[in-house]
């Protein structure tokens, strides 16, 4: 399967860094070239889409609504 077109516009290639499996949820952390996202999805989708350390994905984001908070 390939992607031909997507309406998400941010769009970060990277590399899965690690996984962290919980019974229902997991955390995958994607090295990027702009920094580490973290993405939480079901465990599942984890196991369907073979994630794996190592493996090369596109981590898509979108939002409604971005916050800012001052330091």
Do not use: C, H, Y
Not at 14 to 29: A, F, R
Not at 36 to 53: A, D, F, N, P, Q
């Amino acid at each position: 399967m390939s992607i031909k077109s997507i309406n998400v516009r941010n769009q970060f290639k990277g590399e899965i860094k690690e996984i962290i499996e919980g019974p229902v949820l997991s955390e995958v952390d994607v090295q990027t070239a702009s920094g580490i996202v973290t993405s939480v999805i079901t465990t599942r989708s984890v196991k369907e889409l073979g994630l794996k350390v190592g493996s090369e994905v596109i981590a898509f984001v979108k939002s409604t609504e971005v916050s800012i908070a001052t330091l």
